[in-house]
């Protein structure tokens, strides 16, 4: 059964204080990994797609980085506007619909 | 284009009435999914469309739960009899095959 596990569930931090988003997965014939930011009272918001392992992305101060059975998301020298719910899905083994997992609730201090 | 669109963007009804949620895809994607989140279970398929067809409904908690795509453009989610615990926020989003879905504001429903 394809299965997507995000660690921590929640993390707080000071405003520039780097950290990692963990995103384990477990599907067969990964086709894409997707990271998502959702901010309350909105639906999720596409950030990036990774592909294969060793792949990198960046956006501003996140960049997300793909291995064989996870993803990171790390994010550096964060900024309060930074706080949000971070959500990574996967494409279902047998179809187009995603998986997604449970998601990491960003709050950055000032 | 202006997005996935979902109206409402609130629903308060009581138990026991019908609720149509409304979502408009964006244009040119033929992939329409309808998810679920609660806190309790995070985001969740309830179904979903490709060119307008339903191809994976498993997700549909009963027979309550029925979802239509008349056209490429409009699709509807609607429950009846509703029960407080369908209180949950309802995300339509819409793709094109192989690419990132595209989420609406989502309708909070609440069933008192």
């Known amino acids: 059964e394809d299965q997507v596990t995000q660690s921590p569930e929640a993390l707080r931090l000071q405003e520039g204080e780097s950290s990692s988003l963990n995103c384990s997965y477990t599907v067969s014939g990964l086709r894409g990994l997707f990271w998502y930011r959702q901010d309350p009272g909105k639906g999720p918001e596409f950030l990036f797609t990774l592909y294969s392992a060793g792949e990198e992305k960046e956006k501003e101060r996140l960049k997300a980085t793909l291995t064989k059975k996870e993803s990171f998301l790390h994010i550096t020298a964060p900024k309060p506007e930074d706080s949000a719910t971070y959500l990574c899905?996967?494409?279902?083994?047998?179809?187009?619909?995603?998986?997604f997992g449970p998601g990491t609730r960003l709050s950055v201090l000032p | 284009d202006a997005g996935v669109i979902q109206s409402p963007r609130h629903e308060v009804t009581e138990m026991g009435q019908e609720v149509t949620l409304r979502c408009k895809p964006i244009?040119?994607?033929?992939?329409l999914f309808w998810y679920r989140q609660t806190m309790m279970r995070g985001l969740e398929l309830l179904i979903y469309?490709?060119?307008?067809?339903?191809?994976?409904d498993s997700g549909m908690p009963e027979d309550r739960f029925s979802a239509k795509m008349p056209n490429a453009s409009f699709s509807t989610l609607k429950i009846q009899p509703s029960e407080p615990r369908d209180s949950a926020v309802y995300f339509c989003?819409?793709?094109?095959?192989?690419?990132?879905?595209?989420f609406g504001q989502g309708t909070r429903l609440t069933v008192v």
């Open positions: 899905a996967v494409p279902h083994n047998y179809g187009q619909n995603f998986v």
């Open positions: 989003a819409s793709t094109r095959q192989g690419s990132e879905a595209f």
């Open positions: 469309f490709n060119n307008n067809v339903p191809i994976d």
């Open positions: 244009s040119g994607h033929d992939y």
